[in-house]
């Protein structure tokens, strides 16, 4: 089952504009962790945030995180073309463990235009 | 380089015909998990590994076995496969479980596209 759920599933926007992602999730968890896929790629790392923390910045990548609504945000400043590319959260099963695994949502799809 | 190297990246097969994907990672990641990604459906995780000789089930875990008899591998073996097996799958390997407070972040391979006739 999908645990997070990303919003919108498609964004498109011009080089230099801000783009914003959401995901909402469940159940508890202990951290929440972004995730960036090139075309047909792996993914890779991009931030992660733990439950005790509300804000997180990375370069131009700050995300939050809102426990008591179980929802958390991905913010790209200042966004460029080589940032297109889909974006997914990942969440973990907090307290109840979750198997073990990262429970990853259907991402948003980001295409940032010249 | 650290990394995750899945091989075969492209697969065409026909129905039955078993199959193994290998994963191997240089990172001695102690946690390792297999993933299929699929329009509209997201990443499912198929299996994962928490050690040597300790496998488990993910979500859908049906057509499927895995192995760890060494740590830094971790193949995926179709012993029948089906067409409903068709998908993007990925391996990836971390420090310690997802579940950790202190975990650390998955890293994926590159992906094997695997096509069933």
């Known amino acids: 089952s999908q645990q997070g759920e990303e919003d919108p599933q498609a964004l498109s926007i011009q080089e230099g504009e801000n783009a914003t992602m959401n995901c909402s999730y469940k159940?508890?968890?202990?951290?929440l962790q972004w995730y960036r896929q090139n075309s047909g790629r792996g993914l890779v790392h991009l931030i992660l945030?733990?439950?005790?923390?509300r804000e997180k910045h990375s370069g131009r990548l700050r995300v939050t995180l809102d426990t008591s609504k179980k929802s958390s945000s991905l913010l790209i400043t200042a966004s460029r073309a080589a940032d297109t590319a889909s974006y997914f959260c990942a969440t973990d099963g907090g307290l109840t463990g979750g198997g073990n695994k990262l429970t990853f949502g259907t991402g948003t799809q980001l295409k940032v235009e010249l | 380089e650290a990394q995750v190297t899945q091989n075969p990246r492209y697969l065409i097969t026909v129905t039955g015909k078993k199959l193994t994907v290998t994963c191997s990672q240089n990172m001695n990641h102690e946690y390792m998990s297999w993933y299929r990604q699929d329009p509209g459906l997201g990443l499912r995780q198929i299996y994962y590994?928490?050690?040597?000789?300790?496998?488990d089930k993910g979500d859908v875990p049906e057509g499927y076995k895995v192995s760890r008899k060494e740590k830094r591998n971790f193949p995926l073996i179709l012993e029948s496969p089906s067409p409903n097996q068709t998908s993007l799958y990925f391996c990836?390997?971390?420090?310690?479980?997802?579940?950790?407070?202190?975990?650390?972040?998955?890293?994926f391979g590159n992906g094997t596209r695997l096509t069933v006739t």
């Open positions: 945030i733990r439950s005790n923390e």
């Open positions: 159940t508890s968890i202990n951290n």
């Open positions: 590994s928490m050690n040597v000789e300790v496998t």
């Open positions: 990836a390997s971390s420090r310690t479980a997802p579940t950790s407070y202190y975990n650390s972040p998955l890293h």
